[in-house]
């Protein structure tokens, strides 16, 4: 199966991408367990998709950019109008410097070929002593042989993806200031068992048990002035 590229792969999930699978699920369980309460932050989601994530948040401001005018489309008449959703790249994001408190950039990271761009872009938004939380398609997962698929009608399409390990990762965003607080993996277990056998496949359940999925890691923007 030869992948599609980021735009048209987005452009075709679009109309059915709010649908959770055991990647996304997994993911939104590890992000809530690493997002502090909301409450009072200004929240940004670079690379929020349908903006499902924004949802209900209880940020004080909450705003998605997002490179798929599909995507933003596909969420925009589900949300509070309060949130904001623009279409942008994450590694040139139309937003101010250190505008937020709270940065998600959620399985975003393996669409882009280099990464050190989007971190000094997540970094330059992001004000002092605020939080950043990346998350991506586990590289372990990559090795195994998972690959980023959705189905369309009758076909599974791949959308192309770049595998960055922790240590790029960690380069890319010390560069842009921000320091690695966290670092954790969801792994294939019971909580996403259901999804595997709605799709007949309890084989590849047991096969996949215990295998990482999902990397996520937590950054603080460092204070560079000591103040
Ligand atoms: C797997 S989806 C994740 C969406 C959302 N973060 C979520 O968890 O529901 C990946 C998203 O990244 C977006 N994306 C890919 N490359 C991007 C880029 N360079 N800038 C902004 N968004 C990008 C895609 O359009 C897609 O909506």
């Known amino acids: 199966m030869s992948a599609l590229p980021v735009r048209e792969g987005y452009r075709l999930w679009a109309p059915t991408y709010n649908a959770e699978n055991a990647v996304s699920q997994l993911e939104a369980s590890l992000v809530a367990e690493m997002t502090p309460p909301l409450a009072g932050l200004r929240l940004l989601d ?3 998709g349908t903006g499902r994530r924004l949802r209900d948040c209880g940020a004080a401001m909450a705003t998605g950019v997002d490179l798929s005018p599909e995507m933003i489309a596909a969420g925009q008449g589900d949300l509070d109008p309060a949130i904001r959703l623009l279409v942008g790249d994450v590694r040139a994001l139309p937003l101010p410097d250190a505008g937020f408190d709270l940065v998600w950039c959620r399985l975003v990271i393996g669409h882009l070929s280099e990464c050190a761009r989007a971190y000094a872009e997540l970094g330059r938004v992001t004000a002092r002593g605020g939080q950043v939380i990346v998350t991506d398609f586990h590289p372990a997962a990559h090795a195994a042989g998972h690959r980023r698929t959705f189905r369309h009608g009758d076909q599974v399409h791949e959308v192309e993806h770049h ?8 380069e890319a965003a010390r560069a842009a200031g921000l320091r690695l607080a966290a670092v954790r993996a969801a792994e294939v277990g019971p909580s996403v068992r259901p999804f595997y056998e709605r799709a007949g ?11 990482p999925v999902v990397l996520a890691l937590s950054f603080v923007k460092e204070d560079r002035c000591g103040s």
Do not use: N, T
């Open 46 to 48: 670079a690379g929020c």
């Open 163 to 170: 595998v960055h390990e922790l240590a790029i990762h960690r």
């Open 201 to 211: 496949r309890i084989a590849q359940y047991e096969a996949d048990r215990g295998l």
